[in-house]
Nanobody
Framework: QVQLVESGGGLVQAGGSLRLSCAAS????????RAWFRQAPGKEREFVAA????????YYADSVEGRFTISRDNAKNTVYLQMNSLKPEDTAVYYC????????????????????WGQGTQVTVSS
């Protein structure tokens, strides 16, 4: 029903910036919460940021607070992740996710809260 496609990953030097995009094929996401997760080799997939499609409220993992910004473009049905001041430890595959219904603080960091996932895009930060 819903397809999510990430783009914008690549190789960047420490201190640099990248902007990831996640385009959704669904008609609307007015009742959806959307998020970014990331997974480094051998590590568990972890929460990065989330945004409410309804009111634009945003939430961030402590590790990216102040460096990353999640935003939305309703006309393009797209969510973005602007990543600044990148560090080598940010290296991972970044995944876009979406859930049906409103975003919940109690569960938004859990993988199983999201019904839809993109294929992932690789971000590599060199030191």
């Amino acid at each position: 029903q819903v397809q999510l496609v990430e783009s914008g990953g690549g190789l960047v030097q420490a201190g640099g910036s990248l902007r990831l995009s996640c385009a959704a094929s669904g008609r609307t996401f007015s009742s959806y919460g959307r998020a970014w997760f990331r997974q480094a080799p051998g590590k568990e997939r972890e929460f990065v940021a989330a945004i409410s499609w309804t009111d634009g409220s945003t939430y961030y993992a402590d590790s990216v607070e102040g460096r990353f910004t999640i935003s939305r473009d309703n006309a393009k049905n797209t969510v973005y992740l602007q990543m600044n001041s990148l560090k080598p430890e940010d290296t991972a595959v970044y995944y876009c996710a979406a859930k049906v219904g409103s975003l919940s603080r109690a569960t938004m960091t859990r993988l199983n809260a999201y019904a839809y996932w993109g294929q992932g895009t690789q971000v590599t930060v060199s030191s």
